[in-house]
Each structure stands twice: as structure tokens, then as C-alpha cells.
């Protein structure tokens, strides 16, 4: 399985969406990108790094409830990168080991590989623990939170 489906905790809910009103009228503003790429960076605030803090620290016990899946992952997160991307339709390749929060998803959305792939939501995040697909159907849109380079 490439891709984990997470039921947030509240505080995780509460701060996404913190963060996502932090963020909406800047993300609003941005525009489809010309041909070569499907995505743009925007800035993250400090709501942001509150929801980037609030799934780290709930990481060790996903792991501890499934830990044959996480057999290749830190058993908690030490060192990490985080960015702010807007997706448009396309497809995007997403390294090992990602977590990806979305704050809003617009149109058909999917995440996996092969013929594995789940349809993403608001209601979760996702734990990508191997390369994986994020696809875009035309007229999607999505604005969320990457957590990369987990060590």
C-alpha cells in the first residue's frame, strides 16, 4: 500500500482549517500555470506550521497502531521539510516518505499508483510511503500542505 487514508484528531482538524483561512484569499488569487508544470508554491503562515506541528506530533501513534505498514519509516519525526503547494489538473509524482494535508479540495482528486489509487478528501490527510501519483482531473484544483524529506 502506498498511500494511507488518516482520520485527523480534532486538534488536527481545528488547525487545518485555521490554516486554511489563513491562506484562502491568497490561494484564491492564484491562477492556473502556463505549460510545464501543474502546481505553485504559496507562502505558509504561522497556522500552517501549527497543523504541520499538530500531524507530526500525532505521526508516532499511526505508527504505533499499524506498525507493520510503517516498517521502513521513523518510528516518530525528527527532520522534515514542509512547503505550501496549489495543484492543477495533471499528474504530479509525490516521494517517499510525504505527508500531504490538503486544506481544499476542488473537482476529482487521486493518490496512488498503478491501479491503486484512492480518491483524496477533505476529511482525511495522507501518509505516502512510497512514490505515488497525485492526479488531477480536469477542472480539480487543490491547495495543501507537503511534508517531505521525513526523517
Known sequence: MAVIAI??????????????????????????????????????????????????????????????????????????????FVYFPGDTIIETFTILVPLRVSGQIELGNENDYITMDEDHYYHILSKAVLRLRAGSRLEAIAIGRIK
Open 7 to 84: 482520520k485527523p484528531s480534532d486538534g488536527v482538524i481545528r488547525q487545518r482549517e485555521a490554516a486554511w483561512n489563513s491562506v484562502k484569499d491568497g490561494c484564491d488569487k492564484i491562477n492556473e500555470p502556463g505549460s510545464g508544470t501543474n502546481m505553485k508554491f504559496f507562502l505558509p503562515t504561522v497556522d500552517c506550521g501549527f497543523t504541520i506541528n499538530s500531524v507530526c506530533d500525532e505521526y508516532p501513534r499511526k505508527v504505533a497502531q499499524s506498525p507493520a505498514l510503517y516498517d521502513k519509516q521513523p518510528a516518530k519525526i525528527s527532520f522534515y521539510r514542509q512547503a505550501c
